[in-house]
Structures are given as C-alpha cells and as structure tokens.
C-alpha cells in the first residue's frame, strides 16, 4: 500500500492535534507520509516535546498495524522525545490514533479484532480490560472524533459499522 | 538437541505430566514437584549453556517446554497449599500466586504447543483456581502503579524498544521479547479494580489499623520465562 498525500488532507491539519504537533516542529509532509499515526496521548496539553508521553498500548498497536503493511508513525517517528505512560492496569491505552488513510481502516479493524479476541481466548475467565481510545478517522474533508472508554468488542462493532456506512456512501 | 523437534517436545511433556498427575493422585507432592522442577532446571540449563549449539526454532521449543515445566512445578505448590486443612495468611497469599503464575505460564504457552498433557494442566489449574475463588474470593482492589517510562530497550535487538519490530511477549528464537526500562519515574499508585498484575492483591490482613497504611505488593518479578525455582530466591 502506497501512502499518499492528497489535497484534501490540508483541512486535517488545522484539527487542534494536528496543529499541536506541528507547533512541536512535525511538519504536514511528515505527518502525511503515514497512513495511521498514534500519537502521544497528551498531545493537545503538553506544552513542550519533553511533555509528550505515549500510551502504554499504543506501541503495541502501531507494531501491529505495521506487520499487517499499514504505514504507521509512533512517536520515534514525529517527536522521539516522548516518554511512555504505562498505567499497570489491566486496560489498554491506545492514546491517540489518527486513521488518514482509508484503505488502512479495514486493517485497522481487524488488528484491533485479533487483540481483543486474543485476549478473550487466553483470558476466558477474567473481567475484560476497558480500552481508552481517541481515534480520529478521515471523512472526505472532515474528521470522524470518537473518545471512547469501554469494551473492545462494542469498539470493533461500532468501527465495522463505520466502515460498513462508508462502503454504502461508494 | 539438534533432533528436538516438536513431537519430542509434546513426547516429553506428555511424559512429565503424567509422571506429575500420578504423583499428584498419590498425594506424593514431593516427587510431583521434584519431577517438574528438575525439567525446568535442565531447559534453563540448556538455554543458558547450550543456547549456541541450538537453532531459533530448537531454542524457542526448550523455552516452551521450560515454561511448561515451571507451570507444572507452581501447580504442585499451589495444590499442596490447597489440600492443606487451615492456611496462615502468608499461605494464602503464596497460593494466590502460585495459581496465577501457573496460570500464566499455561496461557503463554497455549496456541504455541498443544497436546493431552496441556490440556490436562489447563483444566487442573482452572478448576483450582475456582475453587480458590470460592474460598477467598477473586480480588476487589489491586495496587496498579502508574509510571512514566523515559528509555526502554528491546530485549531481542537492544535498540530502542520504539524503532525495532519486535512485540513484547512474542518469542524470538527461544527468548522472549520484552522492554528493558533504563529509566523511569514512578507518578502514582492507583487502586483498581482490573490489575495489570493480580499478584498485587490488597488482602483485608494487609491493612494496619493502627497506622491506617496497607502494606502489599505493588510490583512483583514475576516473568513467564523466568524458569529460576521461587524455592532459591
């Protein structure tokens, strides 16, 4: 899959994190030459590149999406100065993730599938972890905002619903 | 070691698992325990001495028997401890964690190896475990500590755990990757419902009434492939 970098992205980049990180020095041509980037989750607040930190599962995640041939930015790619947050809970903190490419979506969905459905096989019994993401998804010019807290199951569902609408709109 | 393929792997659990379930039925909890430890000990033995004779696959195959091994060895325990009629808190705190480290090492090595042998731990140790959970209950509150993570490397490739492609709790060539934190502060302690560790269970005996302070577990050292007994620690 070949990342691209269309016009229609200059709207994007006047989303509040977009322009956050670019006031962190990353540049629109760096952010668009990934089709997902899973950015640091405070990266609205922090003040300072030294501020970023990671969510704990966000790594996880991006290594994911890498083995399945998305193109995706951690923060080693845009801001290295970033540190990582691990909350030793048992919930998972994807932070913030930016889904720019629409052929990455199906992917995107899947990986977060096989996560959940992993753990389900290996932990049967016990209480299922919450999962803490913002995701934002490309629409055309616009941005779908999705914070949600809750379980993984009820995400994949409302993500394949998302993708399946988008099918519709085609 | 060359010839360790996965038939001889399954062959030996197999065989270590019988040799412990017959123990076990006999109430001979010394010779199950010494069985599983003496297999553990020799798959970190050949790890450790070995390791450069074998091929990644060979590697990965000891590691898994190790893991196997080593759960075998925490189920003796924890099963000991539950047949025993009254247990001192320091025994049911010790159970609790045998339970979930045996636990553990079965989930990790599930979906990698199969066989009768692991089939017959996985529902040993699920129905101990519920039987735990009726006497003691599961856990309502855990310590979960929140830390800020400054450098972490890859325990695989050494590099910096962001920029390699290895995964946490995938197994490379028989050693499994995990993130080596160089540098860090710990911000807070949280109590939480769903832990990352169930071992940091806040018990009702871990509260001191005169001082109003709890003293339990916030972090532990438990690691599925670390094969070392808890005996020698």
């Known amino acids: 899959m070949e990342p691209k970098m269309r016009d229609d992205n200059a709207a994007l980049f006047e989303h509040p994190e977009l322009r956050a990180l670019q006031s962190f020095g990353v540049t629109t041509e760096a952010m668009g030459k990934f089709q997902v980037l899973c950015l640091p989750e405070n990266v609205r607040e922090a003040s300072s590149r030294g501020e970023l930190v990671d969510a704990g599962n966000a790594l996880d995640l991006a290594k994911l999406l890498k083995e399945a041939g998305v193109s995706t930015a951690t923060s080693y790619d845009l801001t290295p100065e970033a540190k990582t947050i691990e909350r030793r809970g048992g919930d998972w903190w994807f932070g913030v993730v930016w889904v720019l490419g629409n052929v990455a979506l199906p992917f995107f969905i899947s990986v977060l599938a096989n996560m959940v459905t992993g753990w389900r096989e290996s932990k049967g019994k016990s209480k299922a972890p919450t999962a803490h993401i913002k995701l934002r998804l490309k629409r055309g010019e616009n941005v779908v905002n999705i914070d949600y807290s809750g379980d993984g199951d009820t995400l994949v569902d409302v993500l394949n619903a998302l993708k399946r609408d988008r099918e519709n709109e085609k | ?233």
């Open chain 2, 1 to 233: 070691m060359t010839e360790f393929g996965p038939k001889k792997l399954v062959a030996c659990v197999d065989y270590l698992v019988n040799q412990c379930r017959r123990d076990l039925k006999l109430g001979n909890f010394w010779r199950a325990r010494l069985a599983a430890a003496t297999a553990a000990t020799h798959c970190r033995n050949v790890l450790e001495q070995s390791a450069n004779d074998l091929g990644g696959d060979d590697k990965t195959a000891v590691l898994l028997l190790g893991i196997l091994s080593a759960a075998h060895r925490d189920f003796v325990d924890g099963y000991e401890l539950l047949k025993k009629k009254t247990l001192r808190h320091e025994e049911i705190e010790q159970l609790w964690m045998r339970l979930l480290d045996c636990q553990e090492r079965t989930e990790a090595v599930q979906g990698l190896i199969g066989g009768p042998g692991l089939d017959w731990l996985a529902v040993q140790i699920s129905s101990a475990y519920d039987y735990f959970v009726r006497l003691f209950g599961a856990g309502e509150q855990f310590f979960s500590p929140v830390i800020i993570v400054k450098r972490e490397s890859c325990s695989i490739c050494g590099k910096d755990l962001r920029a390699c492609s290895h995964r946490g709790g995938v197994i490379y060539d028989g050693k499994r990757c995990r993130g080596i934190v160089e540098e860090m502060e710990m911000r807070s302690c949280d109590l939480v419902k769903v832990p990352h560790d169930r071992r940091c269970r806040l018990w009702p005996w871990n509260y001191d009434e005169a001082t109003g302070r709890f003293k339990a577990m916030v972090f532990t050292p438990f690691d599925t492939d670390d094969l070392s007994d808890p005996r020698d620690r």
